[in-house]
């Protein structure tokens, strides 16, 4: 079976950083591209990143510069670094097996991980 599990998360305050980390079993990691999502409070999910199997990445304008995603095919394992956070960035992130830039939940997922910047 496919499992995501997503790990990392918590409270920080604006300007903070968090290292999301997902690891994955069920399938050969190295061949697929990644891709992480996340959904705030009330609101649909929302694209955040993704990364091909050769590391390329791909990002939503809004985190440009401040997110960087990655991924150790040894471990694997993928991440996303979060630097500058900010309140908008409050939201529950999942991570999922391919490459795709859709504002859609992956499937199949693992349980998420939340993400709280809040003074």
């Known amino acids: 079976d496919v499992q995501l599990v997503e790990s990392g998360g918590g409270m920080v305050q604006p300007g903070g950083s968090l290292r999301l980390s997902c690891v994955v079993s069920?399938?050969?990691?190295?061949?697929?591209?990644m891709t992480w999502v996340r959904q705030a409070p009330g609101k649909g999910p929302e694209w955040v990143s993704s990364i091909t199997t050769l590391g390329g990445r791909h990002y939503r304008d809004s985190v440009k510069g401040r997110f960087t995603i990655s991924r150790d095919n040894a471990k694997k394992t993928l991440y996303l670094q979060m630097n500058s956070l900010q309140p908008e960035d409050t939201a529950v992130y999942f991570c999922g097996k391919g490459f795709n830039k859709e504002n859609r939940l992956p499937a199949p997922r693992g349980q998420g991980t939340q993400v709280t910047v809040s003074s």
């Open positions: 069920g399938f050969t990691f190295g061949n697929y591209g």
